[in-house]
């Protein structure tokens, strides 16, 4: 069926809505890779077998026979306790769900409308049945994550179902290009890619260049270790970026455009381009859309894995077939990007906002977040906390709300340490901090960037020296080595942050490692390049102290970095078993049978199989 008309369009929705509305029962497997990873497409799979002769099953039972919709959805939000399910009308959330639950939810919940109460999420020993009793997800405001784990990620009709393309052909009938470009300007939208560049500035600047022909692209290469947050929406809900795309490009006059993944993201390229497909086949995109005379043909590419391609320049190049290097500026991507054309780029999360705010107004996207920075922005939540998972608040919500009240504060009860934000060019953020909004301009103002939003929690148990050493290791390793401050600067500093973890360092490193960093932020070519020294400038900052430690006292107060670590046999517990020694690879443990051990640390190669095999916990380490 061809989609040729705005009526067309309202005559689909309410189609669709019909159908969906006719379902007893609609269970939603949570088919986001976290949950795929942890078995979700077997629960999948169980559900659709058992569901197919539910008929028996109901009469045996004497009960009316359901008529069930069993739907794979995007993340549902609460990653750490995957694989999920959600049923519909009843509204139960189920966790850790295994194949071998499935029997019990089709007899109690899909036939009869009872839950399974041990498949509850626990807050606090109570039973939550419901999303909207638990902390994690009731404390959030979706715009972009608003359809995400509660549409089929793979069905047109159901985001259809619930208004999709409605904005699309409100800016298409009942506006102009200028006119949409004024509405995203007024409502203030940034860029989520981690730069804030205001989307409506940078479309107006497309729009306003004499070359005709111009690109719409959008970067889905979201590089940074512990971020999954673009990945998400397009696993998820791919049709609402599209949307966003379709009206930047009625906006700019753009005829293609073209979405760049990183190839660690199969599932996301394989749900694009079945959206895409279906768009198609719908005419919602490619030649006269809704028969408005607008064209728009959409591309995927695939990324290498290149970090470096995250940045505009580097991208456009890797689309066009050539290595991913950031170019000098200007000119920019706005006057000459893709083949040297004027060109949109923008990143998933900033194309998902546009529908809700043509549909909704500027003045209702400023009812959130804070004056500088409307909106709302996604997070991944990892690290040392108690809820992992994907989250959406509104901008200026503090890191304290954040770790506490949303991600159950940090496991184990531990002492909360930092928070490393905007991943391996970003900073990180202490105890002291975590009562500030964040938004693009006051995170800026803590040394930090907002990033792409990724949120790594760390305890009383991490090792910051260690911590600067890894995202440098990152950085250094996926520089381009197109610039020499980058390329040399990277290095110079790992291998300084190297030497202080293995506690070879001396004091008169730290004062060269801020003299590298100070220079590769003001020197380097791209953005990424910039900001590749601020985990060390911020951990120098913030944490001299355990920097001095390290080289001076050669401690590790957390007790991570192996150089540092010495291994002892604690007399009162150790009955002279000699399995530590048969098990030590170099020798280093001696003793009589049946008599305490000792432990040669100059010879101790720190590898811990001593420990490991010790059943009368009589080894310890000390830093």
Known sequence: MSITSMEDLKNKQAEVKKNLDGYTCRVLVCSGTGCIASGAQKIYEEMSRLCEGIEGVAVEMQKDVPHVGIVKTGCQGLCELGPLMRIEPYDYQYVHVQVDDCREIVEKTVICGLPVERLFYRHNDEACPHPSDIPFLNQQTRIVLENCGKIDAESIDEYISVGGFSAMAKAFFEMTPQGVIDEISKSGLRGRGGAGFPAGKKWSQVARQPEKVRYVVCNGDEGDPGAFMDG???????????????????????????????????????????????????????????????????????????????????????????????????????????????????????????????????????????????GTKTFSLTGSIENTGLIEVPMGTSLRHIIYDIGGGLKSGAAFKGVQIGGPSGGCLIDDQIDHPLDFDSVKKLDAIMGSGGLVVMDENTCMVEVARFFMSFTQRESCGKCVPCREGTKRMLEILERIVAGKGELSDLDELEELANMVQSMALCGLGKSAPLPVISTLKRFRDEYVEHIVDKKCRAKVCTALRQFHINPEFCIGCGKCAKNCPTGAISGKIKHPHVINNDVCIKCGSCKDNCNFDAIYVEA
Not at 268 to 280: C, H, K, P, Y
């Open 232 to 374: 998400s929406v397009m696993e998820g809900d791919p049709y609402k970026m599209i949307e966003g795309m379709v009206i930047a490009a009625y906006a700019v006059g753009a005829e293609d455009g073209y979405i760049y993944v990183r190839a660690e993201y199969p599932l996301s390229v394989q749900r694009l381009r079945m959206a895409i497909e279906q768009a198609e086949s719908y005419g919602l995109l490619g030649d006269n859309i809704l028969g408005s005379g607008i064209n728009f043909h959409l591309h995927i590419n695939r990324g290498a894995g290149a970090f470096v391609c995250g940045e505009g320049s580097a991208l456009t190049a890797s689309i066009e077939g050539n290595r991913g290097m950031p170019r000098v500026k200007p000119p920019r991507t706005v006057e000459q990007g893709l083949w040297g054309k004027p060109t949109v780029l923008n990143n998933v999360e900033t194309y998902a906002n546009v529908p809700k705010i043509i549909l909704q107004g500027a003045d209702w996207f400023h009812t959130i977040g804070t004056e500088g920075s409307p």
